[in-house]
């Protein structure tokens, strides 16, 4: 399962986090994409503000879906664009690029886009 986030809105990304924790839980492969604007979540420069059910911050997600063996990739333009340093990313985020995109373009990639 593919998580496509493009939106760093804090209740569409914790939706987006939250579904991919509970994919996981039902022992499914999770790949996480942020893109556009959720790119900035990837950032230990972006502000990371808690989720009100959750209680955990985007680096605290992202932190537990890699450690559950999930992989989180960032789209390197859209974090440019957004201002932040690749150098700056979160530890265990990916860069995206051509592993990326065979898994995107794969014909047994299932997406969902929050």
Do not use: W
Request: with cysteine; net charge neutral.
């Amino acid at each position: 399962m593919v998580v496509n986030l493009t939106s760093s809105d804090l209740a569409t990304s914790q939706a987006a986090f939250e579904f991919a924790r509970q994919v996981q839980m039902d022992n499914g492969a999770v790949v996480f994409y942020l893109n556009l604007d959720a790119a900035a979540l990837a950032s230990t420069r972006a502000p990371q503000p808690k989720g009100a059910v959750t209680h955990k911050s985007a680096s605290d997600l992202i932190a537990e879906i890699v450690a559950d063996g999930g992989k989180v990739y960032v789209c390197v333009m859209c974090l440019q664009q957004s201002g932040l340093a690749i150098r700056d990313r979160i530890e265990g985020v990916a860069l995206g690029g051509p592993a990326m995109r065979e898994i995107l373009m794969s014909p047994s990639t299932r997406i969902m886009s929050f």
